[in-house]
């Protein structure tokens, strides 16, 4: 007897797959119907995962053809659908997604939550998700320097914070589980690698107030330490004492703190990260990181 649930399960992902397989060869106008009829199929079959997962696709092809708002509400049913079929997997990459889409159509602030959302969930599901959330998360600092916009990593580092905080008050702290220990330490040195480039290019800019010269040296020295460990975890995959140290470089005159960054050879800080034991013997695999989205 055949299972009819079975099979149209397996004709969806079929249908899915195709899409895919189109989108990426460039033929988005047939991905959007293969999707479009996947979504109708799933819905029908009353697959909320797989109808999701064609809706999220279908927000990424609208964004494509730049329509922000279509892209948008479609990323909000397929993360409600997500929901709703208790799908944490697909729940956290609709978020991440909508993430970026603010970003770029209405700038940081609502960006915010979404983000910050992403990692709290990343903390709850395990260590792979929450390395491939803060792979996101560090494209989402690049894009803001190649928009001049570095100011707001000082709200993208806070959220990130206040999502591990929560995340402590309301689940479990970090400390009793020792794998995401790690990684909780490691979003922790990003909020605060973030927090402090943020808030020393403000201060260089003039739009926030200046501390004396020993408080900003120790800031851009400490997240140059913070950009240190996400190395060491990471296996430099991610380049974060290049990118830090080339960036504050760029501000230390401004800040008034020459001098001191000379003579701490701070534009030299390199990393070698086999020849330390703690924390690079606790190292995962990662992907570089670019900003293709």
Same mark, same amino acid.
């Given at each position: 007897m055949v299972d009819n649930g079975k099979g149209k399960r397996e004709e969806i992902?079929? $249908?899915?797959?195709e899409a895919k397989s189109n989108q =990426?060869?460039?033929?988005?106008? %047939?991905?959007?119907?293969? &999707?479009?009829?996947? &979504?109708?199929?799933?819905?029908?079959?009353?697959?909320?995962? $797989?109808?999701?997962?064609?809706? /999220?696709?279908?927000?990424? $092809?609208? #964004?494509? %053809?730049? =329509?922000?708002?279509?892209?948008?509400? $479609?990323?909000?049913?397929?993360?409600?659908?997500?929901?709703?079929?208790?799908?944490?997997? /697909?729940?956290?990459?609709? %978020?991440?997604?909508?993430?970026?889409?603010?970003?770029?159509?209405?700038?940081? +602030? #609502?960006?915010?939550?979404?983000?910050s959302f992403s990692v709290g969930l990343s903390l709850q599901m395990g260590s792979q998700y929450m390395i491939e959330t803060l792979r996101e998360i560090v494209g989402v600092s690049r894009y803001l320097q190649q928009q001049s916009r570095l100011e707001d990593l000082l709200l993208l580092g806070a959220g990130i914070n206040e999502a591990i905080k929560k995340f402590e008050s309301e689940v479990h702290p970090?400390?009793?589980?020792?794998?995401? @220990?790690?990684?909780?330490e490691m979003a922790r040195a990003v909020s605060g690698m973030f927090s402090a480039v943020g808030f020393l290019v403000s201060v260089a800019n003039g739009n926030e107030e200046a501390p004396d010269k020993a408080t900003i040296f120790r800031i851009a020295r400490e997240a140059v330490h913070q950009a240190w460990l996400v190395d060491a975890w990471t296996q430099i995959a991610w380049r974060m004492v290049e990118w830090i140290t080339e960036t504050l470089e760029e501000f230390v005159?401004?800040?008034?703190?020459? #001098?001191?960054?000379?003579?701490? +050879?701070?534009?030299?800080?390199?990393?070698?990260? *086999?020849?330390?034991?703690?924390?690079?013997?606790? *190292? @995962?695999?990662?992907?570089?990181?670019?900003?293709?989205?």
């Open positions: 992902l079929a $249908l899915l797959g =990426n060869e460039g033929d988005l106008e %047939k991905a959007e119907d293969l &999707y479009r009829t996947a &979504y109708k199929l799933a819905e029908e079959s009353g697959d909320g995962r $797989l109808a999701g997962a064609a809706l /999220g696709q279908l927000s990424i $092809l609208e #964004e494509a %053809k730049g =329509n922000t708002g279509e892209a948008l509400a $479609l990323n909000e049913q397929s993360a409600n659908l997500f929901m709703a079929a208790g799908d944490a997997p /697909g729940l956290l990459l609709a %978020k991440r997604s909508r993430g970026i889409l603010l970003l770029k159509a209405r700038g940081i +602030e #609502e960006a915010i939550e979404p983000l970090l400390s009793e589980d020792q794998e995401m @220990v790690w990684f909780g005159d401004a800040l008034g703190i020459r #001098e001191e960054w000379d003579d701490a +050879e701070m534009a030299n800080f390199s990393l070698d990260v *086999h020849a330390h034991d703690d924390p690079a013997s606790s *190292h @995962v695999d990662i992907e570089e990181t670019d900003i293709d989205w």
